[in-house]
């Protein structure tokens, strides 16, 4: 049990305590790292998938890795947050069935440990502006790796484990529960995570129909009833999310990420890409954080 549990692991991208103003709105961002945000003054909102939730001080907030949200301030919030990618050996996020925000009211324990993060990680704020679109294109990417391997062995420790500590706030089954209320078939349940780790594969309706025992046409029914979509969107959009992941975590090109994300071509792979995140793999590189690399 232990060992399933631990089976993920963090790595810091920016911590910081910034007081944002009106100027901290933003559409449509989805980013490929997880946010948690403590609210320590003023108020805000996040929205993303018609729910509005509210942005106020004493309580702790996380945005998934492509979860969809907006983002406002009509006036003045004082916030702490923290960025940070998350790797698993078996390649499945601790959200992957939970890609929305959620909320907990927050201890003077998390207040501590944003403090804490933030001296043992001096210097990795966002510092340049507010608005992405005058982010440096690629220096973020060599900035936070180089700072990561300069780290000590305690202080890379130490920041795993309060990284691990704040992500457990939301992993409490009261906080998950009223995500659950739809419960999904066990057997629908293991092909999203089949999908998960095997999007270099084949992935055919057929083929994840009979891995299950299952006639396609039920499974397409049960597939989109319990998703929202039908296979093939839902396989494409995980495909595109594991290459935004990559190009926003590797050196990779986009022949190589292409056969990667089970794409049969690049040119497949480029259509798909601008159809689900409506720009180019290339135009997606070029503004890297245009749409996510803010707080």
């Known amino acids: 049990m232990i060992k399933r549990k631990f089976q993920h692991t963090f790595t810091l991208l920016n911590v910081d305590r910034v007081n944002l103003d009106t100027r901290w709105n933003y559409l449509n961002v989805i980013s490929p790292y997880n946010r948690i945000y403590y609210i320590d003054q003023g108020e805000g909102e996040l929205s993303g998938s018609g729910e509005v939730t509210k942005l106020e001080p004493g309580f702790l907030y996380i945005i998934p890795s492509f979860t969809l949200c907006n983002m406002k301030c009509d006036n003045h919030l004082g916030q702490y947050f923290v960025q940070f990618f998350e790797d698993s050996s078996d390649g499945i996020s601790l959200f992957a069935h939970h890609r929305t925000i959620l909320r907990v009211e927050a201890t003077a324990l998390d207040l501590q440990l944003f ?10 704020g966002i510092n340049r502006s507010d608005n992405p679109k005058v982010y440096e294109k690629d220096v973020f990417y ?3 790796q180089e700072l990561n391997n300069l780290q000590s062995v305690a202080a890379s420790m130490e ?11 939301f992993l409490s089954p009261n906080v998950l529960s009223e995500q659950d209320a739809q419960m999904i078939p066990v057997k629908l349940a293991e092909t999203l995570d089949y999908i ?4 270099h594969a084949e992935l055919s309706v ?7 025992n299952q006639h ?14 039908r296979p093939v969107n839902y396989i494409n959009k995980k495909r595109v999310e594991r290459a935004q992941y990559l190009m926003a975590t590797t050196r990779m090109n ?7 994300t089970g794409f ?5 792979f480029s259509k798909a890409f601008k159809k689900l995140t409506g720009m180019s793999p290339r135009d997606y590189k070029k503004q890297m954080y245009l749409v996510g690399f803010h707080h």
């Open 115 to 124: 403090n804490r993060l933030l001296e043992i990680n001096p210097g990795r």
């Open 142 to 144: 060599k900035e936070y």
């Open 159 to 169: 920041t795993q484990g309060i990284l691990w500590l704040l992500t457990a706030r």
């Open 196 to 199: 998960e780790l095997n999007m």
């Open 206 to 212: 057929n083929f994840l129909a009979s891995r299950i």
């Open 216 to 229: 396609p046409d039920y499974f397409s029914r049960q597939f989109k009833a319990y998703t929202g979509t």
């Open 254 to 260: 986009y022949s190589e990420i292409s056969i990667q």
């Open 264 to 268: 049969s071509n690049l040119s497949y």
